[in-house]
Structures are given as C-alpha cells and as structure tokens.
C-alpha cells in the first residue's frame, strides 16, 4: 500500500483502510485476473477519503508476485 497520508484529489487527511478485501467475488469481475486459485481469491486493501469518497484498491504481495505475462499482464510503456 502506498504511504501517502493525504488524499491525492481533495488533499484531506480523513483516510480509512479496510483489508482482506477478495479481488473475485461472486458476482462481480475478476478484479486481478490470474492471481487467484480455484478456492482462494487473491486479496486486496482499500483506502477510501472520507471527505471526497475517493476509493483507491491495492493488491497485496501475493497477488502482485502473479500479476505476470504468462498469466496475461501485460507492461504499459
């Protein structure tokens, strides 16, 4: 997660974190395709501002170690 302490729109400091958010629910998209399992989903934190309602998702280590081009990431230039 980013160490940023102040919201990147409204510059507020009024900022909460919610982890072990799953990246594959069951009804919605596949948010890290590649980095779950069959039984597990990858996991993800939130950090949302308070006074803007910004929301702002970071995948955690394990899931960024399978964000790979074999697993169809591909690198922006």
């Given at each position: 997660m980013a160490t940023r302490k102040t919201c990147?729109?409204?510059?507020?400091?009024?900022?909460?974190?919610h982890g072990g958010?799953?990246?594959?629910?069951?009804?919605?998209?596949?948010l890290l395709p590649g980095t779950s399992g069959i039984f597990?989903?990858?996991?993800?934190?939130?950090?949302?501002?308070?006074?803007?309602g910004l929301v702002r998702f970071y995948a955690s280590q394990d899931a960024l170690a399978k964000?790979?081009?074999e697993r169809g990431w591909q690198r922006l230039l």
């Amino acid at each position: 997660m980013a160490t940023r302490k102040t919201c990147p729109d409204c510059d507020s400091t009024n900022l909460h974190v919610h982890g072990g958010i799953a990246a594959k629910g069951g009804y919605g998209p596949d948010l890290l395709p590649g980095t779950s399992g069959i039984f597990t989903s990858a996991k993800m934190k939130a950090v949302v501002c308070k006074d803007c309602g910004l929301v702002r998702f970071y995948a955690s280590q394990d899931a960024l170690a399978k964000i790979t081009s074999e697993r169809g990431w591909q690198r922006l230039l």
